[in-house]
């Protein structure tokens, strides 16, 4: 079955040190989003794609960077951690049409959940 | 820019009691979907609502789109245990791919 998963699910780093989490998708998708969720704040779109070579900043992608040279993965990159990183983050995927109907349902892997200390 | 406004934020309900959740959006909207996450879980589609005064059933939940396709609601009857989660709205306006999240409800169910 088709799937998106997330690595690793729990991360503990420290302040300053560069952090990439995996996004991996076998939905053959061509968009792709990273979210972090915080209490209060629901879900903040960092980064996204909608193909291979195509990155876009969300509304929180300041201290984040995101590269895309394939289909299935969107890696998402701390250049340097910093405390207000720490969070849940979701990497989501979509296609753009079914059947010939604008859709954009977004399926979400399991989250990884990263503390900056 | 577009914001997508939801409310309440939290929500306790006796369980048999129904359950209201509503969006507010200050743009139109192309579609609105709805996506529930359970304690601890991510985020699920529940629907996508497209046309003008739509209405969708799903089981006990009721998904509606306004005639302005601004606004959307959720409606669970009689509520079980098993609604424990965090409902939220996401819309997209035009051909945009980018959904806009609310900020989403709590429901709580006290058995």
């Known amino acids: 079955d088709a799937e998106i998963t997330q690595s690793p699910r729990h991360k503990i780093t420290e302040t300053g040190r560069q952090v990439t989490l995996a996004c991996h998708q076998t939905?053959?998708?061509?968009?792709m989003f990273w979210y972090r969720q915080d209490l209060g704040h629901g879900l903040r779109l960092i980064h996204y794609?909608?193909?291979?070579?195509?990155?876009n900043k969300g509304e929180v992608s300041d201290g984040y960077s995101v590269s895309r040279s394939n289909t299935e993965d969107l890696p998402l990159t701390l250049e340097s951690a910093a405390s207000s990183q720490t969070s849940v983050y979701f990497c989501?995927?979509?296609?753009?049409?079914?059947?010939?109907?604008?859709?954009?349902?977004?399926?979400f892997g399991p989250g990884t959940r990263l503390t900056v200390l | 820019g577009q914001q997508v406004m939801q409310i309440p934020q939290y929500q306790h309900v006796q369980e048999g009691e129904d359950f209201t959740t509503y969006c507010n959006s200050s743009?139109?909207?192309?579609?609105i979907q709805w996506y529930k996450q359970r304690p601890g879980g991510h985020p699920v589609f529940l629907i996508q609502?497209?046309?003008s005064g739509e209405v969708k059933k799903q089981k006990r939940l009721t998904f509606q789109f306004g005639e302005a396709k601004k606004n959307s609601s959720l409606h669970i009857t009689a509520t079980q245990t098993t609604d424990v989660g965090t409902y939220f709205c996401?819309?997209?306006?035009?051909?945009?791919?980018?959904?806009?999240w609310g900020l989403g409800t709590s429901l709580a169910v006290n058995p």
């Open positions: 989501a995927s979509s296609e753009s049409r079914v059947a010939g109907v604008s859709y954009n349902e977004q399926f």
């Open positions: 939905w053959n998708h061509n968009n």
């Open positions: 794609s909608y193909g291979v070579q195509d990155t």
């Open positions: 743009t139109t909207l192309s579609n």
């Open positions: 609502l497209v046309k």
């Open positions: 996401a819309g997209s306006a035009g051909n945009n791919r980018k959904l806009i």
